[in-house]
């Protein structure tokens, strides 16, 4: 990501809520490591609720592909008596993300 002609790049995150059954995107999100990394992980609990609160249903499940959202979605899944788990296998956000990368690149 280039903001400005003539600034640095960076790289974003895309942080992307999928409903596994019907592998519809609840939420997404580009997440920039403004003003540091640490910062940005540390804004993912309250995305995560923002997206179940438009959703409006907490699921009794909640799969992640990485160690590191899971340490920083554990606590507020916990609170919310969401079961959280890591899945390197995770079909329906596969499919979402490619969906989303066609739509994106037309």
Known sequence: IQEERGTRPYLGYHLMVVESESHMILGSDLLVADPSLNDMWAKLPGLFV?????????????????????????????????????????????????????????
Request: hydrophobic share 40%; no cysteine.
């Open 50 to 106: 923002q997206t179940m609160l438009r959703f409006g249903h907490l699921p009794a499940e909640v799969g992640v592909r990485s160690d590191r959202v899971h340490y920083y979605l554990a606590p507020v899944a916990d609170q919310l008596g969401i079961r959280l788990k890591v899945s390197r296998r995770m079909p329906a956000l596969d499919s979402a993300r490619a969906f989303h990368d066609r739509m994106m690149s037309r």
